[in-house]
């Protein structure tokens, strides 16, 4: 059967003049050579083009052409083939009626895909027949994140934010050089769809930016208010190249594919300047990039303005005037601890007092405190920063994060010998804080004497405010959130365009203050565990993250499942 229909496309090609019997017996002869399928050798040949071959084979198998880039096909149907047997069989769903699908094929003498297509369909099939460029064309779009038109409106965008890339002067040759050796990474498609990137996660008020490869597709997600959400992505074979222009921007080594690495750069869109941190690890299906977004226009450096409820913020203006003493803020990556010793800093800044600041990386420049930028490639530490400081007749001194024993010891060693001590640990409660430095090795009487406050904080997301709505409280979530009958309902966000459909917009600070009351330091000089500390806090009047968190959601600034999902339960 597949031989008449073979004899009977010839017969076509030959009778309509689009080649001679000599030039058909030509190909036939590369094609037994090649194992290919005739259609393509004749095509690759010169012999026919695309658009008579579609002709001849829908004449001689009275087969229906389409044009599929007039056609506007559904998305969901499309994916009923999956991607990777579209490809092997060159084939797309073009429409589905009943258990009839409509498919566009580049060979439709090929009897085995169509069998195989059915089985793995499960349906009837009705076969149109497309051109190959057309067909791949189409499979690339309808099964793509991103569509050409979407990559091409976003680059006009990033285009009209005016965004300028702010390059370090003493890193200028090495950047030059770089680029010399590598020209695709400055082709003009890499650097638009680059700066796109960065351009979007401002325009979006993302805090991170993730590019992430994937086995058959690359993957671009923003942090926007906490979540992650995905966004078009480049196709995947830019992928290399879109890393290896970061790591230009970064001053990173391009040849370096199998060790993670760390860099910055700032760019320069639209009369603002914004910093870039860089991480970038290798996995399994290429080079992961994680990008922190450091916008110090959407940064608000005010303890008035950070959202926290009136008690602790006031035991922390209190406490912050205090002549010594160690103040720590934990919480989880992405908390808002180093905007709130910043905003700490800022409220302490006198011009009679000497500011010092240990910074990986400095994020926000200060004006009149000395920050200092810890490099341990060069040998200079938080531990060896501090120690300088020391000589430096500091009033006030910021680490920006203890990460180990050594730096913890030189840190309450300072606020033991008259300087108020900032700085930030992990952890995800304020009195988980307290066992963490005993696990450390620090002895308890050295944390009583030095420690005068914890404070544990979050970032949560606030109700959307163009589409909030209201809904009265059920008896369960009274009960489950002690609730008092004099509140009458709760709200929560619709979702509208503002907030992209999620019903949140922007974030608030959300904290608990654990102050080193006498009865606290006794528990701590007894090496009491985690949860009697916060039960004798919350009795001398902590109000914990959760409760402040119920608080904020009765004023109608959040919702009860987003306190849920950030806080733990009491």
């Known amino acids: ?20 019997k000599e030039q058909l017996a030509e190909a036939i002869e590369t094609q037994k050579k090649t194992g290919r399928r005739l259609s393509e050798v004749l095509t690759m040949m010169g012999y026919i083009t695309q658009k ?44 589905k009626i009943g258990k009839v699908l409509t498919v566009a094929m580049v060979d439709p003498l090929n009897v085995l895909a169509i069998d195989e297509l059915k089985v793995l369909t499960n349906y009837e099939l009705k076969i149109v027949v497309a051109g190959e460029k057309e067909l791949k064309g189409a499979i690339n779009t309808y099964y793509s994140d991103t569509t050409n038109d979407q990559i091409r409106t976003i680059i006009d965008d990033a285009k009209e934010m005016n965004l300028e890339i702010i390059e370090d002067i003493d890193s200028q040759d090495k950047i030059l050089n770089t680029a010399q050796l590598l020209k ?20 979006n008020q993302a805090s991170d930016i993730l590019i992430e490869p994937q086995e058959k597709v690359l993957r671009i997600r923003y942090r926007l208010d906490g979540i992650l959400k995905e966004f078009p992505a480049p196709p995947k074979h830019m992928e290399e190249a879109i890393v290896s222009r970061i790591k230009v921007l970064s001053v ?50 005010d303890l008035d303005r950070m959202g926290f409820e009136p008690g602790p913020l006031k035991i922390i203006k209190e406490l912050a005037m205090e002549p010594h003493g160690m103040m720590l803020i934990c919480g989880p990556t992405g908390s808002g601890k180093s905007t709130t010793l910043y905003s700490i800093l800022k409220y ?136 008092g009958d004099q509140y009458k309902e709760l709200y929560k966000g619709k979702g509208c365009k503002t907030c992209q459909g999620t019903g949140y917009k922007g974030r608030i600070g959300l904290c608990e203050v654990l102050a080193l009351t ?48 950030l806080t733990a339960d009491d």
Not at 52 to 67: A, C, E, F, M
Not at 184 to 203: F, G, R
Not at 263 to 281: H, L, N, Q, T, Y
Request: with cysteine.
């Open 518 to 565: 006498p009865e606290v330091r006794d528990l701590i000089m007894v090496r009491a565990q985690e949860n009697l500390i916060k039960a004798k806090a919350r009795e001398q009047g902590m109000v914990t993250l959760r409760e402040h968190g119920v608080i904020k959601s009765l004023k109608g600034i959040t919702t009860l499942e987003e306190v849920t999902r």
């Open 348 to 483: 302490v800044d006198d011009p009679e007092k000497n500011i010092c600041s240990a910074e990986d990386p400095v994020e926000y420049q200060l004006e009149g405190i000395n920050q200092v930028n810890v490099n341990p490639e060069v040998g200079l530490t938080f531990c060896g920063a501090l120690r300088s400081f020391l000589r430096q007749d500091p009033d006030v001194i910021m680490v920006g994060e203890i990460r180990d024993t050594e730096t913890l010891d030189i840190a309450i060693k300072a606020a033991l010998t008259g300087h108020l001590v900032l700085s930030t640990l992990h952890t995800t409660e304020a009195a988980g804080a307290v066992t963490r430095m005993v696990n450390m090795g620090i002895e308890p009487f050295l944390i009583t004497s030095s420690c005068i406050m914890v404070c544990a904080q979050r970032l949560i997301r606030k109700i959307c405010p163009d589409c909030k709505e209201s809904y009265p409280i059920s008896a369960e979530l009274r009960k489950k959130f002690k609730i």
């Open 52 to 95: 008579d071959l579609v002709i001849v084979l829908s004449q001689s198998l009275n087969v229906p052409p389409i044009n599929l880039s007039k056609v506007k096909i559904n998305p969901e149907i499309v994916k009923i083939i999956p991607r990777e047997s579209a490809e092997k069989y060159q084939a797309l769903v073009v429409s």
């Open 1 to 20: 059967m597949t031989q008449s229909l073979k004899e009977k496309m010839m017969d076509v090609l030959t009778r309509s003049n689009f080649l001679s």
């Open 184 to 203: 695709d990474v400055e082709d003009a498609p890499i650097v638009k769809i680059t700066n796109m990137l960065l351009a979007q996660a401002i325009k």
């Open 252 to 301: 990173l080594n391009i040849a370096e594919h199998r060790l993670p690495q760390d860099g910055r750069f700032k760019i320069k869109i639209a009369d603002r300047e914004v910093d870039f941190r860089v991480s970038i690890m290798p996995t399994s299906h290429g080079e992961k990039v994680a990008l922190r977004v450091l916008d110090k226009t959407a940064v608000v450096l």
